[in-house]
């Protein structure tokens, strides 16, 4: 017996090392970690259980050179709470995917779903192995992972990109619910190589798929890191508000901050001046308990703010309009975004608060040309079959059809309310005026005195009390008393199944 436990101990050690010392030398010498020194940032001391760690590659020739066949997988605990963990190892093949390392991702997978385990990805790595996927044999068994594409958010799913990411570890990417960046790597569907090899073209990494593009124009990536430590410690953040699977209600957390607090502050925050700007996101932080955000998609389609955070210990997400840019006006990016969080959220059974201050949608060529009609009623489709808890407060103004897009009336919200100087209307003001009275402006003596006289007349119209007093809006409320406000209408909201959805958005395809 003692003789069989010391092979088997010989055997494991020697797995730990991955493609062998020189190989790890190799990875720290350029500032990397290996993929068991990533696991043991991200899980909880003496909590990792690894499976398959005596697998390697089945080709033959390989079996001494493979420990693992490249991927480490197994449960553990993070934050206290259980998790499936799994790691791709550089330093066996450059972390390619070879025919046992896809079997053993499959089964973690379909574990994580059986049992309602959350997913923790930390990746990297060169796509599909050569000679593993030559050939009709090779390529037949390596088609896309069906344990992805019939994923259904049935478990969160966060992903770390931690390293130059081409072909798999960018499908797992793609099908996350939160994806954290390290700066200066690449996440593609092939690397420069390869592109060139098949096209010509010659492009760098970041040009290809570095942080800059999927921060501004792709909006792949939520998150964005100097270090691997940050990646690692923004996937904890975000699980944080995350319940452990569909089965479940997010975790509520005590907080001491009152959810009766008067809101004083926020008056100076939010100018009455409709042309002023102010920064939304000071507002949310005055709102929720203590302070707390985190934010998703800082960088993508700025003008709109999707943040997590929690209100008298309850889990919300806020979809906020950002004066800050573009006078807090949605354009394409802003409403990929939206439909996105909407299903997030929707999906995890997180309610919905949303604070308006926008005069309506960007329109321009550039947007027409990004499908910006469809980009609106997707974002229409996701709200209107949304089924959490939904909140909507106008704060300074709602203009046009973007007020259904921010959960206005007759758009499934629980209640919508609004400050006492909100304006609401089909178009603002002076472009209304404009384009109504023009030609009579035109014809007028005094045609300034004439527009203002018009304006004080269409101020009337936007305001919130119109709509009030034919019940279109629950109530109007004192902005002091905004976190006030919704911590009841939540409790409420909340009786009758908590917060939970009827999931009918867990099949929208993440990225869509």
Known sequence: MKKDIDELLRRKENAKLGGGEEKIKRLHDVGFYTARERIEKLVDKATFLEFGMLAHSDQVGSEDKSAGDGIITGLAKVDGRPAVVQAIDKTVFAGTTGMVHARKTKSIHAYA???????????EGGGLRMPDGM?????????????????????????????????????????????????????????????????????????????????????QSDHFSETEEESIEELKRFFSYMPLNADE??????????????????????????????????????????????????????????????????????????PLKYAGSAGPHEADK?????????SYHIPMIFLHDTP???VSRDAEKYKMPTKILLWNQ??????????????????????????????????????????????GPEVGVNVVYGRKLQQSEDPEKERLELLKTWEFDSSPYKAAAKYLLEDIIDPRDTRKFLAQTLEYACVKNGPKSKRQLANWPTQF
């Not at 779903?113 to 990746?123: A, D, I, Y």
């Not at 390529?139 to 594409?149: A, D």
């Open 113 to 123: 779903l059986k049992r309602g385990l959350p997913m923790f990805n930390l990746t």
């Open 135 to 219: 050939g009709s044999d090779g390529i037949s068994q390596s088609l896309f992972p069906e344990e992805l594409l019939l994923h259904r958010r049935q478990v969160p799913m966060m992903t770390a990109v931690l390293g130059d990411s081409f072909g798999d570890p960018a499908w797992v990417a793609v099908t996350s619910d939160f994806v954290s960046q390290r700066k200066g790597t690449t996440m593609a569907v092939a690397g420069p190589r390869i592109l060139e090899m098949a096209t010509g073209e010659k492009v760098s990494d970041e040009e290809l798929g570095g942080w800059k593009l999927h921060a501004n124009t792709t909006g």
């Open 249 to 322: 209600e997010p975790p509520f957390k005590q907080s001491n901050d009152d959810p009766y607090r008067r809101l004083d502050e926020v008056i100076d925050l939010v100018p009455s001046r409709r042309a002023q700007v102010y920064d939304m996101k000071k507002v949310i932080q005055s709102i929720v308990d203590d302070g707390d955000v985190f934010e998703i998609k800082s960088i993508y389609g700025p003008a709109l703010l999707t943040v997590l955070a929690r209100i008298d210990g309850r889990v919300v997400g806020i979809i906020a309009n950002q």
């Open 338 to 346: 939206a439909t996105e969080f909407i299903c997030l959220c929707d």
């Open 360 to 362: 309506g949608f960007r």
């Open 382 to 427: 996701a709200l209107a079959q949304s089924s959490v808890p939904k909140i909507s407060v106008v704060i300074r103004k709602s203009i046009g059809a973007a007020f259904a897009n921010m959960c206005g009336p007759t758009m499934g919200a629980d209640f919508v309310v609004a400050w006492p100087g909100a304006e609401i209307n089909f178009t």
